[in-house]
């Protein structure tokens, strides 16, 4: 792995550097050049060019592990948060299985929040189970742009070495925590659906679907720190909040991190639409999938999921059809859904779908084909035509039956 940076002590401030770099890398700081590494491709033309020899690439060799694994401790939640600046459903799920893994390695649960004002959320944290709480309150953090909110996570993880960072499998969590393992140079795994200590080894175990969903893979990060791993939404249960845990909360001087500038800036925030129709917190999912036949065939469960208050969810066949939009897809490639109640029309249950609905209290499955998958794991199961069978319950339900 290499790495660019600026011996301050030789540098002149001279910015031949600014001019030479083919990529626009390089701008001029209060004094000295900053290099803005996501731009960087590491050419070496700004090497070659500084006349006080200046900048410097570094080769890091891999394969050593990390130095002193000794002195990585306790396990850190990364507290992303939502556009209403609160801590994020899948935290809440972080917090809870973070504190069953911090109580098997006799360590500390701490939370990393980075943001604006968010000095209202330690004591959610300390609540929900974080025995510290680690606070990048600023103004810089405000617009959640990945780059920035790397660069606190990275000071944080750098200065207090936990020895497990778990985040979430959002959209701005597969954005962040890629970075931030570049960064730590240490390896991810990603969509974990299971997390436990090795209590021979101290090791964490990330198990996580592999080969399309075929076999259940067992990951171990054995020689490098912080190991890391991301999470989907309702894999695992949220922590119960304790109004009488008390912690301790850290503030990060945001002078340390001297985050990036990285040509980026949110200018307008728009509603998804597909939120109304959100399969993410549902207590009732009403999904289809090929066996709807088409587009039209998604109106009768629509019309069951608005009589029961549920949302709509899908297989990825029917979202690959293009019969529905792919917020609605349920399964490895889409959400994964813990409704109280999921009923699976047309959907024949292949491994990949059932990985994303598989912990839903109570499954209902209407389906021709008697051996279709989906039954193995039905509750109930209703061997029948969906155009038949869900327009059958639409009337039962107007009817108050």
């Not at 990603?190 to 175990?205: K, M, Q, R, S, V």
Request: net charge negative; aromatic share 6%.
């Amino acid at each position: 792995m290499s790495t660019i940076y600026i011996k301050k002590e030789k540098c002149t401030g001279c910015q031949i550097c600014l001019s030479s770099c083919p990529f626009g890398a390089i701008s001029m700081g209060n004094e000295f050049p900053d290099i803005e590494l996501e731009r960087c491709t590491l050419c070496g033309a700004c090497v070659e060019d500084c006349p006080e020899k200046a900048i410097m690439i570094e080769e890091h060799l891999r394969g050593t592990g990390t130095p002193n694994k000794e002195s990585y401790s306790g396990i850190m939640v990364f507290g992303e948060l939502t556009p209403e600046n609160d801590l994020a459903p899948v935290v809440l799920e972080l917090l809870d299985i973070g504190a069953k893994l911090a109580e098997d390695r006799q360590c500390k649960l701490t939370l990393a929040i980075v943001g604006n004002d968010i000095e209202k959320l330690v004591e959610k944290g300390i609540g929900y189970g974080a025995d510290v709480v680690y606070l990048a309150d600023d103004r810089i953090f405000e617009d959640p742009i990945e780059e920035i909110i790397a660069d606190g996570l990275e000071y944080i993880a750098l200065k207090f070495k936990p020895e497990i960072i778990l985040g979430g499998a959002t959209v701005f969590g597969r954005s962040v925590i890629p970075r931030l393992a570049v960064r730590l140079d240490t390896g991810l795994t990603a969509d974990c659906t299971g997390l436990e200590i090795d209590p021979e080894t101290g090791n964490l175990i990330q198990t996580r679907p592999a080969f399309g969903g075929n076999i259940m893979a067992n990951i171990i990060c054995k020689d490098y720190r912080p190991q890391m791993a991301t999470v989907r939404h309702k894999v695992f249960k949220e922590a119960e909040f304790d109004n009488n845990r008390t912690g301790d909360v850290i503030n990060i001087d945001i002078s340390d991190i001297k985050p990036g500038r990285y040509g980026k800036k949110i200018i307008e925030r728009v509603a998804d639409l597909a939120d109304e129709l959100s399969i993410n917190d549902a207590d009732i999912i009403i999904a289809g999938g090929r066996g709807v036949g088409g587009p039209e065939g998604f109106t009768p469960i629509k019309k069951l999921a608005e009589l029961l208050g549920g949302a709509v969810g899908a297989s990825r066949a029917a979202v690959d059809s293009e019969w529905i939009s792919f917020s609605h897809q349920v399964g490895q490639t889409g959400k994964t859904v813990a409704p109280k109640m999921y009923i699976a029309c047309g959907i024949s249950g292949a491994i990949q779908h059932k990985v994303g609905m598989q912990t839903s209290d109570f499954i209902v499955a209407i389906n021709k084909d008697p051996s279709a998958p989906i039954f193995e794991i039905a509750d109930i199961g209703i061997v029948g035509d969906l155009f038949e069978v869900v327009p059958a319950l639409i009337r039962k339900l107007k009817k108050g039956e």
